[in-house]
Every structure is written in structure tokens, then in C-alpha cells.
């Protein structure tokens, strides 16, 4: 499976990195992709966002969650743009949310779905507070089981979530990727 290169790129419009960096970053998208498809789980890589630098990556046992650790010299960095993998094609999770809000450093997320979709999350220049854990889980129980969305498939009414937290949050949120031919 090829990623559509541009549409990737458009994801990331918003924080002007240096095309080197937005190299590194699809590479990432192209990397976890590929071990997703093979092993049907999660990976995660960190990125640099000034220098490009590849600063952690994890391969997960599991296919519905990646937790990476940060090298302890991460606060060096001006900010990390994380990029993983979704087996089964959702949006972020309310965990995902829940650790971009609170990793101050992580300026930007994105989720590679196994579909070619991708989405992403960025924080811009927002001072931000965050949504205790319990909270999140509370919206997205509500918003992808109530009843306002039902006519809305899974993936639809996280991506409803997504787009609700993102905007009280003073997010971007951006869907886009895709394939090729
Ligand atoms: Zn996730």
C-alpha cells in the first residue's frame, strides 16, 4: 500500500515545518503503516519537529494501544510531533487525547489508520487545560453510544469526538491521507 504523500503533508500545513522534517514525519506514517499491516498492532515514533530527529519509537505487543517512553533529554526539544498506527481505523481514543493534552511537548499527533486514512491533532501556540481521564472517557461513552449520533457509524461518531474535544480545546484537527491508485 502506497500513502498519498500530499494529502499527508496537508495534515501538518499548520505548524510550517521544514520539508526535511515532513520527510522524516511520512516516512513515520509509511513505518508504522507497514508494521501495523504485517503484525496487526501498534507502533509509535516521535519526531523532532525543528531538527527531524527520530527521538523514540515503540513497537507495540497490542493492537489497540503504544505507549512510548521520552529519552530523558526530551525537554531540549522544542516539540515532538508523535505518529501511530489504528489496526482497526478509528480516530484518537479519549487515552490519545488525554495524553496529548497533558505532554506539553508533543505539539502535534497523528493516527495512521489501516484504511490509508490518517488524522491528526495540533496544539498551535493554545495554552491549553486539560480533561481529567475520567472525563474524556465520560464524553466518549456518551458520544459514541448516545443517542444524538446513531445514525452515525463507530468511526463516524469518534470522529465526532475527536472534533468536539479538539474545538473546547483549541485544537486543530484535521482529517486527510489516503492511497494510492
Ligand atoms: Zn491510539
Redesign the pocket.
Known amino acids: 500500500m502506497s500513502l498519498h504523500e500530499e494529502s499527508i503533508k496537508k495534515l501538518y500545513a499548520n505548524l510550517n515545518l521544514k520539508s526535511h522534517v515532513l520527510a522524516v514525519i511520512l516516512k513515520a506514517h509509511e513505518k508504522v503503516l507497514e508494521y501495523g499491516l504485517s503484525e496487526g498492532k501498534?507502533m509509535a515514533i516521535a519526531i523532532d519537529t525543528i531538527t527531524g530527529e527520530v527521538v523514540a519509537k515503540k513497537k507495540s505487543k497490542s493492537s489497540?494501544?503504544?505507549k512510548l517512553d521520552f529519552p530523558p533529554n526530551y525537554k531540549r526539544n522544542k516539540g515532538l510531533v508523535l505518529v501511530?498506527n489504528?489496526p482497526k481505523n478509528s480516530p484518537?481514543?479519549y487515552?490519545?487525547l488525554f495524553s496529548f493534552g497533558k505532554i506539553k511537548f508533543v505539539k502535534s499527533s497523528s493516527?495512521q489508520c489501516h484504511s490509508g486514512v490518517a488524522y491528526n491533532i495540533s496544539k498551535g501556540n493554545r495554552n491549553i487545560a486539560i480533561y481529567e481521564e475520567t472525563e474524556l472517557k465520560l464524553l466518549f461513552v456518551n458520544i459514541t453510544r448516545g443517542a444524538k449520533y446513531k445514525n452515525l457509524s463507530f468511526i463516524e461518531r469518534v470522529e465526532e469526538f475527536n472534533k468536539i474535544i479538539a474545538n473546547k480545546m483549541g485544537w486543530s484537527f484535521e482529517k486527510g491521507g489516503g492511497v494510492n491508485g
Open positions: 501498534e489497540d494501544s503504544v501511530h489504528h484518537f481514543s487515552e490519545d493516527v
